[in-house]
T-cell receptor, first 112, second 116 residues
């Protein structure tokens, strides 16, 4: 079964606004990754945060990780219409350092 | 350089027929993964290949599913006696070396399988 769950399931904002998506998981992780999926470019890796890290930045993306709450958030600042996509979190857990468990995703729509 | 490629991009088949899906990983990537994505859902892990090691088949949903990989190159996912519930997008990914820790997986565009 899917371990991670993204929240909200769908989010609609105006261009220029910030978008925040959350991900919860159930068991301890080695790392957590965020991916973006749209029809034009398929599934693209955005950022990876390890279990001993609390925050990472990449351009307009900011990811936080709270292992005590078993949750992560993805913040996209100054959103653009091109950010419209589904965003997935994926956990790497247990003894496997390759197996990813994906959530169902958040569908983000950025209106021009 | 070239990314992960998959063929066909779309496949429509009749229930009970066998299908074969192909994945060409990024050159030099030793790890290869297959996932399934049903409509509106996240990705489900199916199988993992790492070099010449025995594959991790723990995600294959039934014995109708099988996959092969020749060395560190092309992989094929075969679904025998397809059922309607097999309809999904099948995604392939590769990474430089999945066995050495956190490794970015690069995904192909997927094959959309429709079983009528």
């Amino acid at each position: 079964s899917q371990q991670g769950e993204e929240d909200p399931q769908a989010l609609s904002i105006q261009e220029g606004e910030n978008a925040t998506m959350n991900c919860s998981y159930k068991t301890s992780i080695n790392n957590l990754q965020w991916y973006r999926q749209n029809s034009g470019r398929g599934l693209v890796h955005l950022i990876l945060i390890r279990s001993n890290e609390r925050e990472k930045h990449s351009g307009r993306l900011r990811v936080t990780l709270d292992t005590s709450k078993k949750s992560s958030s993805l913040l996209i600042t100054a959103s653009r219409a091109a950010d419209t996509a589904s965003y997935f979190c994926a956990q790497n857990s247990g003894g496997s350092n390759y197996k990813l468990t994906f959530g169902k995703g958040t569908l983000l729509t950025v209106n021009p | 350089g070239a990314g992960v490629s998959q063929s066909p991009s779309n496949k429509v088949t009749e229930k009970g027929k066998d299908v074969e899906l192909r994945c060409d990983p990024i050159s030099g990537h030793t790890a290869l993964y297959w996932y399934r994505q049903r409509l509106g859902q996240g990705l489900e892990f199916l199988i993992y290949f790492q070099g010449n090691s025995a594959p991790d088949k723990s995600g294959l949903p039934s014995d109708r599913f099988s996959a092969e990989r020749t060395g560190e190159s092309v992989s094929t996912l075969t679904i025998q006696r397809t059922q309607q519930e097999d309809s999904a997008v099948y995604l392939c990914a590769s990474s430089l070396d999945g066995g050495r820790g956190a490794d970015t997986q690069y995904f192909g565009p997927g094959t959309r399988l429709t079983v009528l």
